[in-house]
């Protein structure tokens, strides 16, 4: 009985209510699902990008729901040889390396999702515990508004003991600095840091 209070009585108001009801199921689908996918981590094998560099980098990335993340790592990683670094480029999970004694410089790398960076990352960072003011490079990609990534990482960084030495907010859908692409830009970002 008290369901037929809710239940319209007039044909369209019936396909109206239904329509509304699917609406709500899949809002709900879709948002568990990118929920899941932002909060967990992803298992890599270590690509090693220029083997043969003097100085060893480790940069860590969460790919994101598209290739942009991915395609803005390379591209990073890629100006980053330039300079000599031998870079290990994996994604956060329990498999990812967390003792950074070997390496010059850490490179963390986040998509944007709700106007922050994915909990991946901090996640891994937390596994590492003590960053021992090993440099640290950030890398924020997002379609639009990053609201507070930057700031956001920079203080998870600072709250382990690691010293922020560069950051760089990359868009996938609005423009870029001086509207180049984000991934020459990366490839830019990289090759500016000098061991």
């Not at 568990?32 to 996918?37: E, M």
């Not at 290739?67 to 994604?91: C, H, M, P, Q």
């Not at 760089?168 to 001086?178: M, R, T, Y």
Request: charged share 20%; net charge negative; aromatic share 8%.
């Amino acid at each position: 009985m008290g369901i037929k209070r809710f239940w319209p009585e007039k044909r369209w108001k019936k396909i109206v209510f239904v329509i509304l009801i699917i609406m709500v199921v899949l809002s709900v689908i879709i948002l568990g699902f990118v929920s899941l996918g932002v909060s967990n981590d992803v298992v890599s094998d270590i690509i090693v990008v220029n083997d043969q560099g003097t100085f060893n980098a480790l940069l860590i990335y969460h790919p994101g729901f598209s290739s942009f993340s991915k395609d803005v790592v390379y591209a990073y990683a890629e100006g980053l040889a330039l300079n000599d670094w031998r870079i290990e480029i994996t994604t956060p999970s329990d498999q990812a390396p967390t003792s950074i004694s070997d390496y010059s410089l850490l490179i963390v790398a986040a998509p944007v999702y709700g106007f922050g960076p994915t909990p991946t990352i901090s996640r891994h960072i937390d596994r590492i515990g003590d960053l021992q003011e090993t440099r640290t490079a950030v890398i924020i990609t997002a379609a639009g508004n990053p609201g507070n990534a930057v700031e956001t990482m920079k203080e998870i960084i600072e709250q382990n003991n690691g010293i922020v030495d560069s950051q760089i907010i990359l868009f996938s859908l609005a423009p870029n600095e001086g509207d180049q692409s984000a991934i020459d830009l990366s490839r830019e970002a990289g090759n500016e840091i000098f061991p």
